[in-house]
């Protein structure tokens, strides 16, 4: 299994430092849940993955947006995010390309964490984008579910920590569901373990 630092180490710790900044200071924050099973899969990973440590935190202050149409991304929900002034936006699968919508958000002062899968142009000046497509890391067919466990391995690193791996299956099934390529060695690999 691929390292999470090959998504590019500054990126992982920005993205880490500014959900664990936000549990410290017990600031809320939401997650918007992209509208098909992969995004389901990886929204579910990370809450999950984050009740098991901060129970009391996501209980009372991680809020979460479900888009009622078949949309993806910041696009429908960036007048709720400025509305609720969010100081954290997390987007599991989705949200690479919504460069207009980043800037928007951080011009209110807060911080936006994509965690996606999807091809983009470039790296948003205004987000902080985990995106296995932008950067070194060497497996292009893992879905967002897959990038997303990802990331809570490298919390796992840093809390000293050792539960990502409880959300394989969420993992396997988000990679299965978003069709994802079984030549890669290490996707195969997660979606065998997972199930």
């Known amino acids: 299994i691929n390292e999470p630092i090959a998504f590019g180490e500054e990126?992982?710790?920005?993205?880490a430092t500014a959900l664990i900044n936000t549990i410290y200071k017990d600031e809320e924050a939401v997650v918007i849940v992209?509208?098909?099973c992969d995004g389901f899969t990886s929204s579910a990973?990370?809450?999950?993955?984050?009740h098991d440590l901060f129970p009391s935190w996501v209980e009372n202050k991680l809020k979460w947006y479900i888009h009622e149409d078949k949309q993806h991304g910041l696009?429908?929900?960036t007048e709720y995010i400025i509305g609720k002034l969010f100081p954290l936006v997390i987007v599991p699968d989705?949200?690479?390309?919504?460069y207009t919508y980043h800037e928007t958000i951080a011009n209110m002062g807060s911080k936006v964490i994509v965690l996606d899968h999807h091809e983009a142009e470039a790296l948003s000046e205004n987000a902080i984008v985990i995106n296995n497509q932008l950067s070194d890391y060497p497996n292009k067919d893992l879905s967002g579910a897959g990038v997303t466990w990802q990331f809570?391995?490298?919390?796992d690193k840093l809390l000293n920590k050792n539960n990502a791996d409880?959300?394989?299956d969420l993992v396997a099934l988000g990679?299965?569901?978003d069709m994802m390529s079984l030549k890669s060695i290490e996707t195969k690999h997660l979606i065998l373990k997972g199930f």
């Open 166 to 168: 409880e959300y394989l």
């Open 45 to 50: 990973i990370l809450i999950n993955y984050l």
């Open 75 to 77: 696009a429908d929900c």
């Open 94 to 98: 989705a949200g690479s390309n919504d």
């Open 11 to 15: 990126r992982m710790k920005s993205a």
């Open 152 to 155: 809570c391995r490298f919390l």
């Open 175 to 177: 990679n299965m569901a």
């Open 34 to 36: 992209d509208c098909d």
